[in-house]
């Protein structure tokens, strides 16, 4: 009886931490789409602050989309996000599955020199990139600000160890019906990772969504901006009316948090038998 009552609370202990962290990552969430609904004549620098409006308000986001080409920004930043997305996929799986089946002579010396890129910060980089992107003619371009996350040193971190999971005996009957290296790679391995590859994918996705940086770097045609690059305009165009300003961030945000929703229960540990019938 004592055992279960130790048990009970410290369940109550870890739930009520978990409830607490949720509470404190969801405030500014609430408070930005608070901001954002919240009419021209409500102070949103009052205090007691008031997190709900007392006259919500969806005109933010009507003058928003209409002063500022945010339909042009949605379509960029959803290209740049999917074609990254499946580049990265398709690169780091290629790349990793060598990495972890295959044996040829300084397969770690390889793969510790990619995993040691990892400890490189972006912004020692960025400059030759941008030289590169600059000689290639990338400058101003979709590809420009998609090129340099096309392959990812944690994505082929990720995937080597995924491939290593996987028995040896489903790439031994794929040999055994005549797969090639690369049928067995995909008939094969490639099904028996799809946790590792949707985890992978929702990283690249919110990396590449959320990039501020490189864009800022390598465009200086409206055109081609992403939402980032529309949100930062904002400032200067409503002279820093946060309602504004918070209805562009909730416009940019919420791509995210549905691509997040619809694919985190593909997130689940699944018996790697599955990348074959029986």
């Known amino acids: 009886m004592t055992q279960q009552r130790s048990r009970f609370w410290q369940r109550v202990w870890i739930y009520s931490l978990l409830v607490a962290i949720a509470i404190v990552m969801l405030i500014p969430l609430v408070w930005l789409l608070s901001t954002s609904l919240k009419s021209p004549t409500e102070d949103i620098f009052q205090f007691p602050p008031q997190l709900f409006p007392s006259q919500p308000t969806f005109q933010n986001f009507v003058t928003v989309w209409n002063a500022n080409p945010f339909g042009r920004y949605l379509f960029n930043s959803t290209l740049v996000a999917v074609l990254t997305v499946g580049l990265n996929l398709l690169f780091c799986a290629l790349a990793a599955y060598p990495l972890a089946r295959l044996n040829f002579r300084g397969r770690e010396v390889f793969f510790t020199l990619i995993v040691a890129t990892i400890m490189i910060p972006f912004q020692i980089v960025m400059i030759p990139l941008y030289v590169l992107a600059v000689q290639l003619g990338l400058r101003n371009s979709y590809l420009g600000v ?16 995924a491939f290593q999971g996987v028995p040896k005996e489903l790439e031994e009957a794929g040999r055994m019906d005549g797969c090639s290296e690369l049928g067995i790679w995909w008939y094969v391995m490639i099904p028996a990772i799809r946790p590792a590859l949707v985890t992978l994918a929702i990283f690249v996705f919110i990396g590449s969504w959320s990039d501020f940086l490189w864009p800022l770097i390598v465009l200086d045609r409206p055109e081609y901006y992403t939402l980032p690059l529309g949100v930062a305009t904002l400032a200067g165009t409503f002279s820093l009316d946060w309602r504004l300003i918070a209805a562009g961030s909730v416009i940019s945000i919420a791509p995210i948090l549905l691509f997040f929703i619809a694919m985190q229960h593909y997130i689940v540990p699944t018996e790697s038998g599955s990348g074959v019938k029986g």
């Open 146 to 161: 998609i090129f340099p996350a096309i392959a990812s040193a944690f994505g082929i971190f990720l995937l080597r160890q």
